[in-house]
């Protein structure tokens, strides 16, 4: 048998029956393609499953990081120490709860979630067609675009603590704000999420769904690995138009680069690294800067 590390024989033991990969490049789990070997990644398939995770991370006294589909993470280039839980294609299923209701759980792609209330005559996610992370993802970051929020059609939300008991927390509770919400702070793992949704005709949601999907492909660089809108809409104006006023469109280092398409996506052109993501991410928000005074803050998550 190889050589493991004292976590991963542990784990293994502890846990036979679930999906364990050691030494997993992150770079195979995030939309960057960036990121060095996870020491332990678990593939947990349920929730009992998971909060088995969550007892034995305790017992071994290793917080594990949470991972959805990646599309929001900067993962490093020397790995990530410990326990990462990966919780897409785990944690599935969506159920119609009543006539405007639908439970969806968090490993689910916002995408597909989408297309489900979508099929079922319920208006509300046509914004999140297209986003291509998870509820869980979603919810803890409060996800949006072109208008929609996730706040906006979240009901409640369900999460396992780190105590491993499940709680229930309402819209409100959640505290959500632009791209945020009290998880950030709390740490607790989303298991689903109820939303409320509004009657219309199939035809219609699917319409503006197409019209949303086109929108994105003809501004988004699609094409490159990203994750997504690099920094955070500042107060004052809109980050994409203030680096393409400092000229930084095309701006690059090593094979991290702002995208010629669209201005505020940095984008891997091949063999980027974190540290070269991270630079460049640093030296675009100092220019921004000084060229406006106003001061970006990356919206992508820096492991
Ligand atoms: C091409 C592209 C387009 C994008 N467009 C948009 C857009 O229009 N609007 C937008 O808001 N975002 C957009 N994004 C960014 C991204 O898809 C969202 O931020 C999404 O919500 C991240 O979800 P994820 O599952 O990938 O989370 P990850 O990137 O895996 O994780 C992000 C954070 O959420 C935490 N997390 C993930 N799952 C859970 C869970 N179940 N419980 C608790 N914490 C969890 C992680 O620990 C991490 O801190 C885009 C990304 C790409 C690549």
Not at 115 to 141: C, D, K, N, Q, R
Request: aromatic share 6%.
């Amino acid at each position: 048998m190889m050589n493991r590390t004292d976590l991963q024989r542990k784990i293994s033991e502890i846990l036979p029956e679930i999906e364990l990969r050691f030494d997993e490049p992150m770079a195979k789990h995030t939309s960057f393609r960036i990121g060095g070997p996870a020491e332990v990644m678990a593939f947990p398939k349920n929730k009992e499953e998971l909060a088995a995770l969550l007892k034995t991370s305790t017992i071994l006294d290793c917080i594990p990081a949470i991972l959805g589909a990646g599309t929001n993470i900067l993962a490093p280039d020397r790995g990530v120490e410990g326990l990462v839980i990966c919780l897409k294609d785990c944690m599935g299923g969506m159920e119609q709860l009543d006539e405007v209701h639908i439970r969806v759980a968090a490993g689910v792609t916002m995408t597909r979630a989408a297309v489900f209330a979508a099929g079922l005559g319920l208006s509300g996610l046509e914004f999140a067609h297209g986003i291509p992370g998870t509820v869980g993802g979603g919810v803890y970051m409060n996800a949006g675009a072109y208008g929609g929020e996730i706040c906006q059609v979240c009901q409640s939300v369900e999460v396992l603590c780190a105590d491993g008991n499940v709680r229930n927390y309402t819209n409100q509770e959640m505290g959500f704000s632009y791209r945020h919400s009290i998880l950030e702070e709390q740490k607790d793992i989303v298991l689903s999420a109820v939303f409320v949704l509004e009657k219309k005709p199939v035809e219609e949601i699917r319409g503006r769904m197409r019209e949303l999907m086109e929108k994105r492909s003809a501004s988004q660089p699609l094409d490159l690995p990203s994750a997504g809108s690099a920094f955070k809409r500042p107060v004052g104006g809109y980050a994409a138009a203030l680096i393409d006023q400092a000229g930084l469109k095309g701006f690059r280092i090593g094979d991290a680069a702002i995208s010629e398409k669209h201005a505020g996506f940095a984008v891997n052109l091949g063999n980027a690294t974190a540290e070269d993501m991270q630079a460049l991410l640093r030296q675009v928000s100092e220019i921004v800067y000084k060229n406006s005074g106003i001061r970006l803050e990356p919206e992508v998550r820096i492991w």
